[in-house]
């Protein structure tokens, strides 16, 4: 959710910082902005609403010269998204200007103080304060540190900031500082760069800086970076961080998009995060940071996620209550914060997110930790803020997901979950080592099975034309296949703009039958398993009314081929419970057909953002 890029060095700063929000575009954002200080020690800058694209050809026009400067992608949170509302913001003087990730919960009193101070704001941002709050401190206190001005001005904000200045009298500096939005620095022999996270820095560095919250960095032009605490003192030894995947991870690589790139990549991701899980003694995850005698403790555990990661808390939910015979709350981090959850001194927390900065899992997390529980991440991306504050992390390992919308994270947190089910079965107990080592087995097939679906993908294509004239649909399952429904459900609204319900398959009779009506399309989840019967007698009831039925079934079901004509085939699965890893993939490509054929871009869906940073 926003991005943010600075540099300041030996090279013209636009090509760096436009490549650099290129790389951040899959945040989501609706407008977007650059500002440069030029030769002539003046700030000069371009920014409108719209695409990063359509910055660039701007910029060409203005062409931008200089060697110090400031980008920004913004989702709007406070003032609709048109130029004037878009990033860099400047002071009166125009001598400075910011760009800002985040929300000022203050902003108001700010603005009102700032208005009776005889400062002109030019936007509706809540961002555009901080830019006359540091020409304030700049002329007073601060007395000609940027650093300083830029951490006095921070001293009157609440709220949330990732945040990048540049002055131009303070010339090749770029000052950032850090609070609740993600914040990276990088110091190279060819100049010193910031971003909001480590996806424009690839290309560049192997090597980052990372900040935590109320730090600050001063950036100097021969790459120097000097981290800064929040009382002003030079901090010794910053958090680091080395970026272990190669830059052209994040490129399309051939593939039309990166939706497509990132579904064809699962089978690989699954396979990087077994690889050498099993031990003599179980399953390794020497990341929980636990004892045998801690885990078999464990008397609750609650799941915290939102989107996407809630969809995998439900399916770890029934795995590890059947496994583990522990209790599990499943809950969205945003109710979580509202709520007094029942905790104990044994409750374990689980927090799922794949950008690890998702801000309302963030503030569910600290505050369980705050009443006793240790904390556990599920997380795709190295140093994230939850990687950082849990007790224990476990990476996914999916590589960089540019796709707004999430599908090898999710397949690889499901993984992930199961492992971490499997640990607790058997430090508890539950699971004897030949079980543990079975099921092990059986997740390694995995792959090869994803492989086979992918093969299928005419299948979901010839699917799609089904959804052509459809206003809804519906997306049904029961067991652990209803969460694979809502995925499933979820994935087509976010990208196709379709509106799709997704239910448990004996509930249907209980209100969403009434939308059925002749070509009405519902997708049905059919797998060979202990409710197969059922889920087919509701496909009949479905069928009964006129609707088109979409069956994800196992090879060789004649029942489910006699009633639908089409069907999308998954190989027979080794276990019911990791038929979500495999069906999903269906579904997934499913959804890339249908929103394709309706002109939606895939990659980068509206209003949408792939890190939520802000509550």
Not at 25 to 40: I, K, Q, T, W
Not at 94 to 119: C, K, M, P, S, W
Not at 544 to 549: D, E, K, N
Request: hydrophobic share 40%; proline share 4%; glycine share 8%.
């Amino acid at each position: 959710m926003c991005g943010i890029v600075g540099f300041t060095g030996k090279d013209q700063a636009v090509p760096f910082l436009l490549q650099g929000l290129q790389a951040l575009e899959y945040r989501g954002y609706d407008s977007a902005g650059v500002e440069v200080l030029s030769p002539d020690g003046e700030l000069h800058g371009v920014k409108c609403s719209g695409r990063v694209a359509t910055l660039a050809e701007r910029c060409r026009t203005a062409n931008l010269v200089g060697t110090t400067g400031i980008a920004h992608t913004r989702w709007a949170t406070h003032g609709a998204p048109t130029d004037r509302n878009a990033h860099p913001h400047l002071d009166c003087s125009g001598r400075i200007a910011i760009v800002h990730n985040g929300i000022i919960e203050n902003f108001q009193e700010l603005r009102a103080y700032l208005a009776r101070t005889g400062h002109t704001l030019a936007s509706d941002t809540d961002s555009e304060c901080i830019a006359h709050l540091v020409e304030d401190a700049w002329a007073g206190p601060a007395k000609g540190d940027l650093v300083e001005a830029v951490r006095n001005a921070c001293q009157r904000l609440q709220g949330s900031w990732g945040l990048a200045v540049v002055c131009a009298d303070a010339p090749g500096e770029v000052v950032v500082a850090r609070k609740g939005s993600p914040l990276v620095v990088a110091s190279t022999p060819d100049g010193a760069y910031a971003a909001s996270d480590v996806t424009p820095l690839a290309p560049v560095t192997s090597h980052v800086i990372t900040l935590d919250d109320d730090q600050y960095a001063r950036l100097l032009p021969d790459g120097s970076v000097t981290v800064y605490d929040a009382d002003g003192a030079v901090v010794d030894h910053p958090g680091t961080l080395d970026i272990d995947w190669d830059a052209s991870a994040a490129t399309l690589g051939g593939y039309p998009d990166f939706m497509a790139k990132e579904i064809a990549e699962q089978p690989e991701a699954i396979e990087r995060l077994l690889k050498n899980r099993l031990g003599e003694h179980g399953i390794e995850l020497d990341e929980l940071s636990m004892t045998d005698a801690d885990l078999a403790a464990i008397d609750r555990i609650y799941m915290v996620a939102c989107g996407t990661s809630y969809h995998v808390g439900l399916i770890a939910r029934a795995i590890v209550e059947e496994w583990a015979k522990v209790p599990v709350v499943c809950e969205f981090a945003s109710e979580l914060n509202y709520k007094e959850p029942l905790v104990t001194p044994h409750t374990l927390c689980v927090i799922i997110t794949q950008s690890g900065e998702t801000a309302d899992t963030l503030t569910a997390a600290r505050r369980m930790r705050g009443m006793g529980c240790k904390v556990f991440a599920i997380t795709n991306v190295l140093g994230s803020t939850a990687a950082r504050e849990s007790d224990g992390t476990m990476y996914v390992q999916a590589g960089p997901e540019i796709c707004v919308c999430s599908t090898k994270a999710y397949t690889a947190q499901m993984v992930a979950a199961v492992l971490l089910a499997l640990r607790l079965a058997y430090a508890n107990g539950s699971m004897r080592l030949e079980e543990v080592q079975q099921h092990y087995r059986n997740l390694c097939t995995l792959p090869d099975l994803i492989r086979e679906v992918l093969k299928r993908s005419w299948q979901d294509q010839q699917a799609a034309k089904l959804f052509r004239n459809a206003q809804s649909s519906l997306f049904l399952g029961r067991g652990v296949n209803s969460t694979t429904a809502a995925e499933g459900a979820l994935k087509l609204k976010e990208i196709s703009y379709l509106h799709a319900e997704a239910y448990a398959a004996g509930e249907m009779k209980h209100g969403p039958i009434a939308l059925l009506e002749p070509g009405f399309p519902v997708v049905a989840i059919v797998p060979a398993d202990h409710v197969h019967d059922k889920t087919v007698s509701n496909i009949q009831e479905v069928i009964a009314r006129g609707a088109t039925c979409i069956a994800v079934a196992t090879d060789g079901d004649e029942e489910v081929a006699k009633l639908c004509q089409n069907v999308l085939w998954i190989p027979e699965v080794p276990e019911e419970d990791f038929v979500p890893i495999v069906a999903i993939v269906h579904l997934q490509t499913l959804a890339r057909y249908v929103a394709r054929s309706r002109g939606c871009d895939v990659d980068k869906p509206r209003n949408l953002a792939k890190s939520v940073t802000v509550e």
